[in-house]
């Protein structure tokens, strides 16, 4: 049960995409999926294939950009990077998530002084 | 802001991104290859390290469609991809398609239709300003009109209103002579227009100071008749036009939005209230207590309540019925009189005597036709169960692909809806055509019918929600059922196997139950209908309807004074009786079977009233011969004559059930009967000197009324219009002519309008024989439909059951055997939905009995006719496809399986 995965919040999907195009300069898709992956340590499960329609609802909303270039293993491939407004995005929401999170735990902290 | 930068990337992509599919299939298509070689490297078989990536990455058909949707247009995209398919698959079955249109076209043209019709005359608001404030001012909770001292009364008294109105329609003559024109009139207040926020497109509408008595003669007129009969000219205003041999000049012409207050015609000409007297000179109906002839109209202040209206009138009410008491009528009358009080009705849709006297007849035909769809529906559902039933290959080859099951029932949906579109866009034509044929046939030319049809967001809202909520009836139960497969199991055998079948063959025997219990709520209603118009047709009204011309003559403008309208209306008479091809001629003061009546209490010799309505008698004063002339039986005694005059003692003829009701088995010659106020001044005895037959007196289906004749010859003060009839040999028409110059003869100033007495009977026959003959063709449609129906179910019942079938009869099974095994099954689906259509009629029939006469709902033998009707029917298509049963080859069948 240690390989245990666990369903990643609805919603979350777009933050840890926007999170790993941050870091990165510009991924394609299965790169993408593999950074999500090591960055919540095989925890977090993603279905690999709803990363696309995520990627191209965040291209609609502006937060991304994608161009065609070549893989290293001299394949075509689609490459996202991170727009002005995508880093916006992600700030906002991760303001917000550590907001929620700080109070979520502040119950919690009462909770177990009890 | 951000929907904006949206909208345009979403066009420059749709714009540049034609390889969308193509882009997004190569770049997932990387990511399995990528992911799939990654597990290789673990040292797993590649066929195994692929299945591993597809796992991993999901349903890829749906991951794609979901990418689309990401960009907004793939429901528009899928849309007409299935809108598409659904053309392809529908033209590959024309007759499939061609059934399915016509049946909805029907279903659904006849409900618009209808619900046009209901809407123009229940539904519309008025066409003045904010109608929503209009408010009707009645007397309690009656609809009748009241005198012109109560509206007085009420406009100096207006606190609870931002403004009153009062009117009352009324037909004027254009005629300067000879025969009438008729034009529809309106006696309005002063305020009626600016009330109502009507502005004058020409020239000026009235103001208060043109309804004052003894004002100047004004008129304004409607844009129709501006146009119709002033050719549009501006010039118009100043011109004058004659009503009933009077000039008014016309002021002002509304716009054309503005067609009166009533909704089944529209105004031509309005003149001010004050104005009533030049042309109802014998009476002072300004000033008549007791002449109720208005109706009234306020508008509630904004911001206030109806109820706030109304406590206000109520408050004042004592003091208005105090001042406008009838001196006339009984002490305790008056008392009850000073009691009564106002209440308030919303008046935003006007008023309408249509919607009035057909609101039922209106509702049932709405529900009526509502069945029909019904009907239409559930036979559609049925085709489309048989039709998934012969696509299950097709789609559970599409699930099998990746398509989901919601995908697929949208599909099937999209085909659903697009027949209910097609459909309902010929229904909507033939409801175009239908509703105004239907008020056509409820026109007469007595009352021509002028309602407004032309279809309103109301009427499209209505089809389009009728068209969604019949695709979704017809459509939803088989896609959800068509697509309930179990795919492994259709792909390896034969498509017949595929849908658990008895299942499937229950939804449609349900459907087909449901239609037996409608159609048979139907027929038994059509039975009533067409009952109703067989009594009505064949009753004995008491008198020959055919070949009488009926002539109604007035005499108000014609110079007559009242001193000698008796003998010019005698000498008339007598011309009449000479002129070549007249049989007899006769006058009354009340028109056989017209609209009028005169109606008063009675005191009958020896006769103990329970009650003063028992005296009430309905009232004719006719002349010698005119009981010949109708054909209407002399029973005892003698017909009025010459010696009938003002100086003999006054006599009067009864009605046989008059006679019996007051004198019951004593003979009624000799007998007298009193009547005091009304028409006349003092206490008169009138002497019984005759019975007649019964006859009928407004309507063919009034129930039995007690009717009186006085002598024409004996009135002391005639009124200035009466009814010639006429009877001839030839037809009627041909009469015409003759007539004008034989009363021309004697004064060229009379008003005349001709009719024929048969049509003016037929006529009072009008919506009895719309409602029977819409009852019985819908009524006869749902049969067809339930056949139709019914067929479908067992012919698909032997189509499964063939290879059963087959082994029975190579065991030796007999031909009737066989067909009774199929009909056992149809007999039990006739058998519960003849139950449930029995009680539904029994329900039904308490809804309507106003619309029937003669016939009770719920007698047996007519429930009992219906039921055989629809069983022999319904059996006859069961039938057709049983006997095909029989003739089955027993081989064939046992190879086909």
């Excluded at chain 2, 021509?448 to 979704?472: H, K, M, Q, W, Y």
């Excluded at chain 2, 033998?861 to 022999?872: E, N, P, R």
Aim: charged share 20%; proline share 4%; hydrophobic share 45%.
């Amino acid at each position: 049960m240690a390989n245990r995965r666990d369903e990643i919040p609805p919603g979350t999907l777009y933050m840890l995409i926007l999170r790993v195009l941050a870091r990165h300069k510009e991924l394609h898709g299965y790169e993408i999926a593999n950074a999500i992956q090591q960055i919540s340590d095989d925890v977090l499960q993603v279905e690999e294939g709803s990363l696309y329609p995520a990627l191209q609802r965040m291209l609609l909303k502006g937060w991304v950009t994608a161009e065609w270039g070549v893989t290293a293993g001299n394949r075509r491939a689609r490459y996202y990077r991170l727009l002005a407004a995508g880093r916006k995005q992600l700030h906002a929401e991760m303001a917000q998530y550590q907001r929620v999170n700080g109070a979520i735990q502040k119950v919690l902290q009462t909770e177990g002084a009890v | 802001m951000n929907k904006l930068r949206e909208w345009w990337r979403q066009l420059r992509f749709r714009l540049m991104g034609q390889s969308f599919d193509a882009d997004l299939a190569e770049e997932m298509r990387l990511h399995l290859d990528l992911r799939a070689a990654e597990k290789q490297t673990d040292g797993i078989s590649p066929a195994e390290a692929e299945s591993s990536a597809r796992r991993r990455f999901g349903n890829a058909t749906l991951l794609r469609e979901k990418s689309r949707d990401a960009w907004g247009w793939t429901s528009l995209d899928t849309w007409l991809q299935d809108l598409r398919y659904a053309i392809r698959t529908l033209i590959a079955s024309p007759g499939f398609a061609v059934t399915v249109v016509l049946s909805l076209a029907l279903g659904i043209g006849a409900n618009t239709a209808i619900f046009s019709i209901l809407n123009a005359v229940m539904l519309r608001s008025l066409p003045v300003e904010d109608p929503h404030g209009l408010v009707k001012i009645q007397i309690g909770e009656s609809d009748d009109d009241v005198t012109n001292p109560i509206w007085e009364q009420v406009r100096d008294h207006q606190q609870a209103f931002s403004g009153t109105l009062a009117y009352s329609s009324e037909r004027f003559d254009l005629a300067a002579g000879g025969e009438s024109r008729f034009t529809e009139g309106m006696w309005v207040s002063g305020d009626f227009f600016r009330v109502l926020g009507v502005p004058a497109m020409e020239g000026r509408v009235f103001s208060a100071d043109d309804d004052r008595r003894g004002a100047e003669p004004l008129a304004v007129i409607s844009y129709s008749f501006w146009q119709r009969n002033l050719g549009g000219d501006a010039g118009a205003l100043g011109k004058t036009v004659r009503l009933n041999r009077h000039l008014f000049t016309i002021v002002g012409v509304t716009p054309p939005w503005f067609t009166g207050l009533d909704v089944d015609h529209s105004y031509d000409v309005a003149i001010p209230i004050a104005c009533n007297p030049m042309l109802h000179t014998e009476r002072n109906v300004l000033d008549s207590r007791l002449t109720w002839w208005l109706q009234m109209i306020g508008r509630i202040p904004a911001g206030e309540s109806i109820s706030q209206a109304q406590d206000r009138m109520r408050s004042i009410a004592p003091e208005i019925f105090r001042a406008t008491v009838p001196l006339e009528i009984p002490a305790e009358n008056q008392k009850e009189y000073r009691q009564r009080s106002f209440s308030l009705k919303p008046a935003a849709t006007g008023f309408s005597e249509t919607g009035a006297q057909y609101r039922t007849a209106l509702l049932t035909l709405m529900a009526i036709v509502g069945l029909v769809l019904l009907i239409a529906c559930a036979n559609v559902a049925n085709l489309l169960l048989a039709r998934a039933a012969a696509r299950q290959r097709e789609l559970s080859v599409r699930m099998s692909m990746g398509a989901g099951r919601w995908r697929v029932i949208r599909q099937l949906m999209t085909e659903s809806i697009f027949l209910s579109a097609i459909g309902s866009t010929f229904g909507f034509l033939l409801a175009l055509w239908g509703s105004r044929l239907l008020v056509h046939m409820l026109s007469t030319t007595a009352h021509p019918l002028e309602i407004n049809l032309s279809p309103d967001p109301r009427v499209l809202a209505f089809t389009i929600g009728v068209t969604l909520l019949t695709a979704l009836l017809f459509g939803f139960a088989p896609a959800v059922r068509a697509t309930k497969i179990e795919l492994n199991q259709v792909l390896k055998e034969s498509a017949r196997a595929a849908v658990p079948g008895a299942r499937r063959f229950n939804l449609s025997k349900l459907l087909v139950t449901g239609q037996v219990a409608l159609s048979l709520v139907l027929l038994v209603g059509a039975g009533l209908f067409l009952g109703t118009l067989r009594n009505l047709l064949t009753l004995d009204a008491g008198f020959t309807r055919r070949n009488i011309l009926l002539v109604s003559a007035e005499a108000q403008e014609a110079g007559v004074p009242e001193a000698r309208r008796l003998s010019t209306f005698q000498e008339i008479l007598a011309r009449l009786q000479s002129i070549p091809g007249v049989v007899a001629a006769a006058s009354s003061s009340i028109e056989p079977m017209g609209r009028g009546g005169w109606a008063q209490l009675s005191q009958p010799e020896g006769f103990v009233a329970k009650s003063p309505r028992d005296t009430l008698l309905f009232l004719n004063r006719v002349s010698s011969k005119y009981f010949e002339t109708m054909r209407t039986p002399l029973l005892l005694g003698r017909d009025f004559n010459d010696r009938d005059n003002l100086n003999s003692a006054p006599v009067v003829i009864v009605s046989e059930s008059t006679a019996r009701k007051f004198f019951s088995a004593a003979n009624p010659i000799g007998k007298t009967i009193g009547l005091e106020g009304g028409a006349f001044d003092k206490y008169v005895a009138f002497q019984v000197i005759g019975v007649a037959k019964d006859a009928k007196y407004n309507r063919l289906n009034e129930s039995p009324r007690s009717l009186a004749y006085f002598a024409a010859g004996q009135d002391p003060a005639p009124w200035s219009k009466l009814v010639f009839e006429i009877r001839s040999e030839t037809p009627v028409e041909a009469l015409i002519p003759a007539v004008r110059s034989a009363v021309g003869g004697v004064n060229k100033d009379i008003a005349l309008v001709f009719r024929s007495f048969e049509t003016q009977v037929n006529e009072s026959m009008l919506q009895p024989r719309v409602v029977a003959s819409l009852a019985s063709t819908f009524a006869g449609l749902a049969l067809v439909l339930a056949m139709v129906g019914l067929y479908g179910v067992t012919a698909y019942a032997v189509t499964r059951r063939s290879g059963e079938i087959g082994i029975r009869m190579a065991l030796g099974a007999q031909r009737t055997s066989v067909i009774w095994l199929i009909l056992r099954d149809v007999m039990l689906l006739l058998g519960i939905g003849m139950v449930f259509g029995l009680a539904g009629s029994l329900a039904a029939g308490r809804l309507v009995t106003s619309l029937l006469y003669g016939v009770r709902p719920n007698n047996p033998a007519q429930l009992t006719g219906a039921v055989l009707t629809l069983a022999l029917c319904t059996a006859l298509a069961a039938y057709l496809p049983a006997r095909r049963a029989a003739q089955l080859d027993p081989m064939n069948a046992l190879r086909d399986e």
